[in-house]
């Protein structure tokens, strides 16, 4: 059974930093795997989606990762500014799972003034 | 920019009571899921809709959820008789096709008493 795991589950950094949220899976056999952010109250907004046959994808500042065989994707964020405080989130779409998504619980990201 | 709409934000229900969630997805969309989040807890996916039928359902999706497309745009989430474990946010979410991302609602919040 696919198990998702973040790390951390929370992170604060002063603004300007760049970062780095780790997302791990326990079964390789994916379709995809998606980050998304959540706002408070919010919904959940895709912001990249990496292919199982695909090793990055960039979107402005966001960069993320896929290491498959390790079961590890990260998500990159470079020149962190307050806007980008928000719950992440990634989910992996398993292959045969006739698409539905397997979620981590999040890294809540805090970026200080 | 199209985006998933749900209606209402915020239901109050009692126990034992039915209440109807409501969605309209991506016109271009082909492809309909909700999922829930318990308040503290992960994203849990529940059901799955492609070409007016039912793709995938989770454990969760027992006997008291039913869904529907009623007409060419919306997209519902009954809950026949709620209890006091079903609040939660549901999300309703859409996509144009397999392996391109997932749209999300804003969600709503629904509170059994």
């Known amino acids: 059974k696919q198990e998702v795991t973040q790390i951390p589950a929370a992170l604060s950094v002063p603004e300007g930093e760049n970062l780095v949220l780790n997302c791990s899976f326990t079964d390789s056999a994916i379709y995809n795997l998606q980050w998304f952010r959540q706002d408070p109250g919010k919904g959940l907004t895709s912001l990249l989606l990496i292919q199982s046959s695909q090793r990055e994808q960039t979107s402005g500042r966001l960069n993320a990762s896929l290491d498959k065989s390790s079961g590890r994707s990260t998500l990159y964020i470079a020149a962190s500014q307050p806007g980008d405080s928000a719950t992440y989130l990634c989910?992996?779409?398993?292959?045969?799972?006739?698409?539905?998504?397997?979620w981590g619980a999040g890294t809540k990201l805090i970026i200080k003034p | 920019e199209p985006e998933v709409t749900q209606t209402p934000s915020h239901q109050v229900t009692q126990m034992g009571q039915e209440v109807i969630l409501r969605c309209v997805p991506i016109?271009?969309?082909?492809?309909f899921y909700w999922y829930r989040q318990i308040l503290g807890q992960k994203v849990e996916f529940l059901v799955s809709f492609y070409n007016n039928e039912i793709s995938e359902k989770s454990e969760i999706f027992d006997d008291q959820f039913s869904v529907e497309r009623p007409d060419g745009s919306n997209f519902t989430l009954k809950i026949r008789s709620t209890k006091l474990e079903d609040s939660a946010m549901y999300f309703c979410?859409?996509?144009?096709?397999?392996?391109?991302?997932?749209?999300f609602g804003n969600g709503t919040r629904l509170t059994v008493t």
């Open positions: 979410a859409s996509r144009r096709a397999v392996n391109s991302p997932l749209h």
């Open positions: 016109s271009n969309h082909l492809y």
């Open positions: 989910a992996v779409e398993n292959l045969g799972s006739n698409y539905q998504l397997i």
